[in-house]
């Protein structure tokens, strides 16, 4: 497993421009790819992994680098899940090695949801959406319960007195802090409470039974 790891690590190397020793150049650097995130299948089988996907600086607007998705198997097959401008972010298998849930904004998304995807076939779909972006989630043992962080919808207050003229930086003052929600997975009628936000949340985990 460790060289299937190194694999996906270094698959990048392979169509790089040091494949034929061309001199690097400050365009090429632009166009470097890298893995973001890595997430093991729990049998061994596979592993996900994000890939990163530079702007054209020339065509493109200003922003990160787009996130594809793939997923790479023990002999080094490497199949394409998602491609082209979307931004995928944190993955977890599911225990039957047979889903993979990940963040993502899609070019149809206003802000970053939680995506379940079949890893035999079939497209994602968004199981989690939230008014402003997701920027974590933990799912519990039995995968019915899922945890995630965040800010509360965006006050448009600040962005309108910023198109004003008001638009000081006042150290931390700007920041927002992050509170935390949980939904249960198998009942989409039940409502997505939030649980906590006495206090800026970095991450959560569920408590191991």
């Known amino acids: 497993m460790k060289r299937l790891v190194s694999f ?3 698959l990048l190397f392979c169509s790089s421009s040091w494949a034929d020793k061309t001199p690097l150049s400050l365009h090429d650097l632009t166009k470097v790819r890298q893995v973001i995130s890595v997430a093991m299948s729990p049998d061994g089988e596979n592993i996900a992994f994000t890939l990163s996907k530079p702007r054209d600086v020339f065509e493109d607007g200003d922003g990160e680098s787009w996130r594809e998705l793939y997923v ?3 002999r080094g097959n490497i199949r394409p899940f998602i491609t082209g401008t979307n931004a995928i972010g944190q993955l977890k298998w599911s225990n039957d090695n047979k889903r993979l849930w990940f963040l993502a904004k899609r070019p149809n998304d206003t802000y970053v949801g939680i995506y379940l995807m079949p890893t035999d076939g079939g497209e994602a779909r968004r199981v989690v ?20 962080w965040g800010t509360d919808k965006q006050d448009n207050t600040r962005q309108n007195l910023k198109q004003k003229g008001f638009n000081a930086e006042v150290y931390e003052e700007s920041i927002k802090p992050n509170a935390l929600w949980m939904v249960d997975f198998d009942s989409a009628s039940q409502p997505i409470r939030k649980i906590y936000d006495k206090a800026h949340v970095i991450r959560a985990d569920f408590q191991p039974t």
Do not use: P, T
């Open 8 to 10: 996906v690590i270094l």
């Open 129 to 148: 959406s939230h008014e402003h972006d997701i920027l974590g989630f933990s799912i519990d043992e039995a995968q019915q319960k899922i945890l995630f």
């Open 72 to 74: 790479v198997d023990r």
